[in-house]
């Protein structure tokens, strides 16, 4: 029996409600009611052949509070002339959070409408597009505001504002609290500063700081100076040195050579190598290296993990430095070593048009399931007397006091 039960047109309100219609015609003042249902009831012939069952339908229906049942008249042959109940309303928005139970959080929306309104009206068609997450943020909300505020206030000033997170006075604001709620913040400081203010080019929340004009950490760069003679410091301080993208970008060690490796421990490691540097390398993130000119000078060498995304990271970093060479990425070295593969968690499947077409042909069969399925050989699952021979053969090893 597919007829329209009071479950069914309570629940066509609730949808109302999940999709922020309510709450959002508090902000545009056009309300959704009256509004009428859609009501499925039986047929004539259910009506004829299962009298007894439509009668309790609708005394059920007519019991409903907060919804008016309208009716029609039915006539039987047998039991005469009857109503039935022919359309199903929701007459004003006071029904509709009666019948939800909804009322107390109108009465919080409304609170912060008014806040909004008064403090931020730029904010309000935020509102209106996402009430229902307002109300989840209903308890920060002031503070949310002030720090939009603060933030606004500064937007003129050179630098914009020119500080860390951390540096942020407002009461009852940390840098915690504005980092948990960067995303919403983002949202609305889009909205509410002006488009000077804003550095387009630094998107998603690890962006947050500069896209609105914070100071951000240092990225650090994190390097081996693999031959002292071009060392910068005394070799008492050792050779594992960690440099901000600026200060990386102006040290021009004079090195002919630099690898680049994804694991650490390859990068403790590594031999000392003649006139090269190692750079313990950031996964997808070579704009810091982008910076250092005097790197366009030098030969480079990659060593990323035999897999899809190792050479997603080749491809991406030859975006920076065309002329990156792979390093230990090769067909002789993944069979050399195949019993030491794992798999991969989630292969990289696109096109990567800056591979060789030695590399571009592994990558398709990584790729295409053609070696073994989602195959994968780590970097640190080489043999150390392999890695060495390789740097052999390239460049000069160095036995060093």
Same mark, same amino acid.
Not at 72 to 77: G, I, L, N, Q
Not at 93 to 102: F, I, N, P, Q, V
Not at 138 to 145: F, P, Y
Not at 195 to 198: E, G, T, V
């Given at each position: 029996m597919s007829?329209t039960?009071p479950?069914?047109?309570?629940?066509?309100v &609730?949808?109302l409600? @999940?999709?922020g219609?309510v709450?959002?015609? #508090?902000?545009?003042?056009?309300?959704?009611?009256?509004?009428?249902?859609?009501?499925k009831?039986?047929?004539s012939?259910?009506?004829?052949?299962?009298?007894d069952?439509?009668?309790?339908?609708?005394a059920e229906?007519?019991a409903?509070?907060?919804?008016?049942?309208?009716m029609?008249?039915?006539?039987?042959?047998v039991?005469?002339?009857n109503?039935?109940?022919?359309?199903?309303?929701?007459?004003s928005?006071?029904?509709?959070?009666?019948?939800?139970?909804?009322r107390?959080?109108?009465?919080?929306?409304?609170a912060?409408?008014?806040?909004?309104?008064q403090r931020?009206p730029?904010?309000?068609?935020?509102l209106s597009?996402?009430p229902l997450?307002a109300l989840?943020l209903?308890?920060?909300?002031?503070?949310?505001?002030a720090?939009?505020?603060w933030?606004?206030?500064?937007? &003129?000033q050179v630098?914009?504002?020119?500080?860390?997170?951390?540096?942020?006075?407002?009461?009852?604001?940390?840098?915690k609290?504005?980092?948990?709620?960067?995303?919403?913040?983002?949202?609305?400081l889009?909205?509410?500063?002006p488009?000077?203010?804003?550095d387009t080019?630094?998107?998603?929340?690890?962006?947050?700081?500069?896209r609105y004009?914070?100071?951000d950490?240092?990225?650090?760069?994190r390097l081996?100076?693999?031959d002292?003679?071009h060392?910068?410091?005394?070799?008492?301080?050792?050779? @594992?040195?960690?440099?901000? =993208?600026?200060?990386f970008?102006? #040290?021009?060690?004079?090195?002919?050579?630099?690898f680049i490796?994804?694991?650490e421990?390859?990068? /403790?490691a590594?031999?000392a190598?003649?006139?090269?540097?190692?750079?313990?390398?950031?996964?997808y993130?070579?704009?810091m290296l982008?910076?250092? &000119?005097w790197?366009?000078?030098?030969?480079?060498?990659y060593?990323g993990?035999? @897999?899809?995304?190792?050479?997603?990271?080749l491809d991406?970093?030859?975006?920076?430095?065309?002329?990156? @060479?792979?390093f230990l990425?090769?067909?002789?070295?993944?069979?050399?070593?195949?019993?030491?593969?794992?798999?991969?968690d989630? &292969?990289?499947?696109?096109?990567?048009?800056r /591979?060789?077409?030695?590399?571009?042909a592994?990558?398709?069969?990584?790729r295409d399931?053609?070696?073994?399925?989602?195959?994968? /050989?780590?970097?640190?699952?080489?043999?150390?007397?392999w890695?060495?021979?390789?740097?052999? =053969?390239?460049?000069t090893?160095?036995t #060093?006091?």
């Open positions: 007829w039960r479950a069914g047109l309570r629940a066509q &609730q949808k409600w @999940d999709r219609e709450l959002a015609s #508090l902000v545009s003042g056009e309300s959704p009611f009256p509004r009428r249902l859609v009501l009831g039986p047929t012939a259910e009506m004829a052949e299962r009298f069952a439509v009668r309790a339908w609708v229906l007519r409903m509070p907060n919804c008016r049942i309208e029609r008249e039915f006539r039987h042959r039991f005469g002339a109503a039935v109940p022919h359309e199903a309303w929701i007459d928005l006071d029904d509709a959070l009666a019948l939800l139970g909804k107390r959080d109108v009465a919080r929306f409304n912060l409408l008014e806040l909004t309104r931020q730029q904010l309000l068609a935020w597009k996402r997450r989840e209903a308890g920060e909300w002031s503070r949310l505001l720090i939009v505020a933030v606004a206030e500064r937007a &003129q630098p914009r504002p020119g500080v860390y997170l951390r540096q942020v006075d407002i009461p009852g604001v940390h840098s609290f504005i980092e948990a709620h960067r995303g919403v913040l983002a949202e609305w889009d909205l509410v500063l488009p000077a203010a804003i080019s630094a998107t998603g929340v690890s962006g947050f700081a500069r004009g914070f100071r950490r240092p990225v650090r760069i081996r100076i693999l002292p003679a060392s910068r410091l005394p070799t008492t301080f050792g050779d @594992d040195i960690s440099l901000d =993208a600026a200060s970008a102006r #040290l021009d060690p004079g090195v002919a050579r630099v490796t994804e694991n421990i390859n990068f /403790l590594f031999p190598v003649r006139d090269s540097l190692i750079v313990f390398g950031a996964g993130g070579f704009e982008a910076q250092a &000119q790197l366009s000078r030098c030969r480079i060498h060593w993990d035999i @897999d899809t995304h190792g050479f997603a990271i991406q970093l030859r975006a920076h430095f065309a002329h990156v @060479d792979s990425m090769d067909r002789a070295t993944l069979l050399a070593f195949r019993t030491q593969c794992g798999e991969e989630r &292969q990289t499947l696109r096109e990567l048009p /591979l060789s077409e030695e590399e571009r592994l990558y398709d069969d990584l399931n053609r070696l073994g399925r989602n195959l994968r /050989l780590e970097q640190e699952r080489i043999g150390f007397g890695v060495e021979e390789r740097i052999g =053969a390239i460049a090893i160095a #060093l006091p």
